[in-house]
């Protein structure tokens, strides 16, 4: 079994499909695991070139953030086979506790870019509110001990918006990946003729963090921009 996770779709076209990539030297019989978050359709082409190799192949995406990949807390979608599923579950229960197979090729892709369009709105509806809380002259720990359990509570409340309130922007999910995944998921929006007019609002505002240097920051790195455009020092 081999499972990778690397950065952008190039990269996982690059390690599968390549001239020397994994799927060249794959012996039949073999799986393949892709757990970046990726192109549903690169999936799906990856699931086509492993079968005609006699390889089986899933895409599996995770989210849970460095918190989940420490603890073994991530989810886990896939998508693909139902024989390979099963035959990878040890190894997934390994990494995460909630584990599902959501169907065919990509399905694991798409339901991790719906993850992402969740993450999206909670993190502008997240950094507005210790913005607010901050203006109103409120602590911010406090206000999301509260906030935080109610129905109100996200986990990037309770994670992200704790090392907002330590000044700690250091990445656990960098905002470039961030990016590529909105990137993915609006493609996706504009394939299905869907708009999502929230998701592209964010995205707007992460693109405003690259151009300001700030890519390498973790996904909280949206409170500087927000800060800055109401001048509020970070």
């Not at 998508?79 to 579950?89: A, L, W």
């Not at 339901?111 to 997240?126: D, L, P, Y």
Request: charged letters at 20%.
């Amino acid at each position: 079994m081999v499972f990778t996770m690397v950065g952008f779709p190039s990269d996982v076209e690059q390690v599968y499909l390549g001239k020397e990539g994994i799927l060249s030297e794959a012996r039949p019989g073999s799986v393949v695991c892709d757990m970046t978050t990726s192109e549903p359709s690169l999936a799906v082409r990856i699931h086509g070139e492993a079968g005609r190799r006699g390889v089986a192949s899933l895409d599996a995406p995770v989210s849970g953030g460095d918190v989940g990949a420490r603890e073994a807390k991530l989810a886990i979608m896939a998508g693909g086979d139902r024989e390979t599923f099963e035959k990878v579950m040890p190894l997934f229960q390994k990494m995460g506790e909630t584990i599902s197979l959501m169907g065919g090729p990509g399905a694991g892709q798409h339901t991790k870019m719906a993850n992402q369009i969740v993450i999206s709105g909670n993190m502008i509806g997240m950094v507005e509110a210790l913005l607010y809380t901050h203006k109103a002259g409120l602590g911010m720990e406090a206000m999301i001990d509260i906030v935080g359990k109610g129905a109100a509570s996200s986990w990037s409340l309770n994670n992200l918006g704790r090392r907002i309130a330590r000044s700690d922007f250091n990445p656990g999910f960098y905002i470039k990946h961030f990016v590529k995944d909105m990137g993915i998921a609006l493609q996706e929006a504009r394939r299905m003729s869907l708009s999502l007019p929230g998701l592209a609002l964010v995205n707007q505002f992460y693109l405003s963090a690259q151009a300001l240097g700030w890519e390498e920051l973790g996904t909280q790195g949206l409170y500087k921009v927000l800060a800055a455009m109401n001048g509020v020092t970070v």
